[in-house]
């Protein structure tokens, strides 16, 4: 019996270590998924200088009635082709996990706002990636600075996702807080990781 608790605490403590290292990014801070103010920091500006991590989330707030985010290829993040994507998400409050190495290319769903700068690339980082900085991929290279980047088609024949697939709400799990990039409180963690100590102790 005591062994069996003492792996539950180890398997809780592994959870809540792999949970930490998560950070949640609030994109376009307090201004959220719009299109940018004049002056502002253009959306790929600001990715440009964050290191993206596989298992970080991307939390993208907008009104839903009158915006919304697709995820697409490059050749259509190219052209703001809003009738072509491999996601569509309209709720309002969109959580994206960043579930993979390699590039994600955001647009707006409204033509005008993506010719406005409304879009983003974001290049996440392999495991291996030495200091935490992206590394591209052969088929998505690293935004040039700006925020009107271009990016080349896909040539990877890889995985294709499917096309206009509709995901309504928050489609992934966050991980993390939501205030313009804080990922988990340290305070959150702790109490999460005495709370598993204390069950695997009674456990005995």
Not at 71 to 88: F, M, R, W
Not at 155 to 160: A, E, G, H, R
Request: one cysteine or more; glycine letters at 10%.
């Amino acid at each position: 019996m005591a062994r069996r608790s003492c792996g539950l605490g180890l398997a809780c403590f592994a959870l809540l270590v792999a949970a930490a290292g998560a950070t949640q990014y609030k994109v376009g801070g307090d201004n959220g998924w719009a299109v940018p103010d004049a002056g502002a920091e253009p959306f790929n500006t600001w990715a440009e200088k964050t290191s993206f991590q596989i298992g970080d989330t991307l939390l993208f707030v907008y009104p839903k009635d009158k915006d919304s985010v697709l995820l697409v290829e490059p050749a259509d993040y190219n052209a703001c082709n809003t009738s072509s994507y491999d996601k569509q998400f309209d709720d309002g409050s969109t959580t994206f996990t960043l579930d993979r190495a390699g590039a994600f290319f955001f647009i707006s769903g409204v033509e005008d706002n993506c010719r406005a700068n409304e879009k983003l690339i974001v290049m996440v980082a392999g495991a291996g990636a030495p200091g935490g900085s992206p590394s591209p991929t052969p088929s998505a290279p690293a935004p040039s600075s700006g925020s009107d980047a271009k990016a080349p088609p896909s040539s990877s024949p890889n995985t294709p996702a499917p096309k206009n697939s509709t995901a309504k709400g928050a489609p992934h799990a966050a991980a993390g807080g939501d205030k313009n990039g804080a990922g988990l409180t340290v305070a959150g963690f702790l109490a999460s990781f005495v709370a598993c100590i204390a069950y695997a102790t009674l456990a005995f």
